[in-house]
């Protein structure tokens, strides 16, 4: 089983920039599809955007489509999330997740592993 580890949240100001790391201990991480997901107090777990295997397809929501940037780099089994012009709405625990599968999915229940989550906060 695959375990994700995510870093790099923390408190921004609005219009500012982080990029959050998740750290996968499986040897295949290759062959697992990955996203990260958000989850704001009182909303529901939202996809944020995902990657394929390789790198060359990835995946959006439309509420962060410009601005935020998925990548991954399989020979450090690690995938990332480069927010750029963070808004106080995207304030959330945003978390890492792998799906054992090749295609794109937006369903959180879809996702069969799950990192513990990293804060960020966006001030105004």
């Known amino acids: 089983q695959v375990q994700l580890a995510e870093s790099g949240g923390g408190l921004v100001q609005t219009g500012g920039s982080l990029r959050l790391s998740c750290a996968a201990s499986e040897r295949s991480f290759s062959s697992y599809f990955m996203a990260w997901f958000r989850q704001a107090p009182g909303n529901e777990r939202e996809f944020v955007a995902a990657?394929?295997?390789?790198?060359?397809?990835?995946y959006y929501a439309d509420s962060i489509k410009g601005r935020f940037f998925i990548s991954r780099d399989n020979a450090k089994n690690t995938v990332y999330l480069r927010m750029n012009s963070l808004k106080p709405e995207d304030t959330a625990v945003y978390y890492c997740?792998?799906?054992?599968?090749?295609?794109?999915?937006?369903?959180?229940?879809?996702?069969?592993?799950w990192g513990q989550g990293t804060q960020v906060t966006v001030s105004s």
């Open positions: 997740a792998a799906r054992a599968a090749w295609t794109y999915s937006s369903y959180s229940y879809e996702y069969g592993y």
């Open positions: 990657i394929n295997w390789g790198g060359g397809s990835t």
